[in-house]
Structure formats: structure tokens, C-alpha cells
């Protein structure tokens, strides 16, 4: 490990075509600028570290879940398991007709952003005269 003593605005280069910058010093942090090309990942440790143990996790499935998923691919329904407290459940006494109005569905979340990107705003109208 290259371990360097470096002022604010002072660069590091790395081979010929990275750049990191010592942007400002505060406190016992500091912020850092990377100038690099696009296909060079550049990820925080603690963040790969986060992903990788969500994936491994998301990946112990147990073999009833497996099951169910091969059945769901296949095209077979498994009967929903049995609640826990029948008094719990939020199915109706009776079975809606065919004629019966849909519920009403609450609309759909807004799109998540990344950090660093807007959301599209509409355009505004023309302003009313007062």
C-alpha cells in the first residue's frame, strides 16, 4: 500500500488515465474526486460489501420456496398457506358475483431515483390572470 501525505487540490495519478483529486478537508473526513474512464468501476467498499451479503442472502432460498417457483413456472397453483389467525384474514364473508364493480386500486408508486438525477417535472401551464 503507497500511503501519501497530500495538501487540498493536490493529485494523485494512477497509471495514465486516473486522476484522483484531494478536493476539501473537513475535520477528520476528507472528500476525494476520481477522474476516470467510464468502463473503470469506482464503488465505496462499503457498499459492494452491503450488496454482495443482500444477494447471498436473497439466494439461501429454502426448498418449499423452490418448489413453489418451479410450480409457479410450470403453470401449477399451490393453495395459499393457512393463516396463523383465522380471525386475521381480510377475506369477505361472501364471494363477489361476476357483476360486482372491482375494487379500487391505490395508483402506483412513484419511480425510485438514483442519486444525482431529477425526476421529469411537467411543464407549467399558463399562468392564470388575477
Given at each position: 500500500?503507497?500511503v501519501?501525505?497530500r495538501?487540498?487540490?493536490?493529485?494523485?495519478?494512477?497509471?495514465?488515465?486516473?486522476?484522483?483529486?484531494l478536493?476539501?478537508i473537513?475535520?477528520?473526513g476528507?472528500?476525494?474526486?476520481?477522474d476516470?474512464p467510464?468502463?473503470v468501476?469506482?464503488?465505496?467498499?462499503?457498499v459492494v460489501?452491503?450488496?454482495t451479503?443482500?444477494?447471498?442472502?436473497?439466494?439461501?432460498?429454502?426448498?418449499s420456496?423452490?418448489?413453489?417457483?418451479?410450480?409457479l413456472?410450470?403453470g401449477?397453483?399451490?393453495?395459499?398457506?393457512?393463516?396463523a389467525?383465522?380471525?386475521?384474514?381480510?377475506?369477505?364473508a361472501?364471494?363477489a358475483?361476476?357483476?360486482?364493480?372491482?375494487?379500487?386500486?391505490?395508483?402506483?408508486?412513484?419511480?425510485?431515483?438514483?442519486r444525482?438525477?431529477?425526476r421529469?417535472h411537467?411543464?407549467?401551464?399558463p399562468?392564470?390572470?388575477?
Amino acid at each position: 500500500m503507497l500511503v501519501l501525505t497530500r495538501k487540498k487540490g493536490e493529485r494523485v495519478l494512477i497509471g495514465d488515465d486516473i486522476v484522483v483529486t484531494l478536493i476539501d478537508i473537513r475535520g477528520d473526513g476528507v472528500r476525494i474526486g476520481f477522474d476516470a474512464p467510464r468502463g473503470v468501476p469506482i464503488q465505496r467498499a462499503e457498499v459492494v460489501v452491503a450488496v454482495t451479503e443482500a444477494n447471498t442472502e436473497a439466494a439461501a432460498t429454502s426448498a418449499s420456496t423452490a418448489e413453489t417457483l418451479v410450480g409457479l413456472l410450470r403453470g401449477v397453483r399451490h393453495p395459499a398457506p393457512e393463516p396463523a389467525d383465522p380471525a386475521a384474514t381480510d377475506v369477505p364473508a361472501e364471494p363477489a358475483t361476476p357483476d360486482a364493480p372491482a375494487a379500487p386500486t391505490a395508483p402506483p408508486a412513484p419511480p425510485a431515483t438514483i442519486r444525482g438525477q431529477r425526476r421529469p417535472h411537467p411543464k407549467p401551464g399558463p399562468r392564470p390572470n388575477l
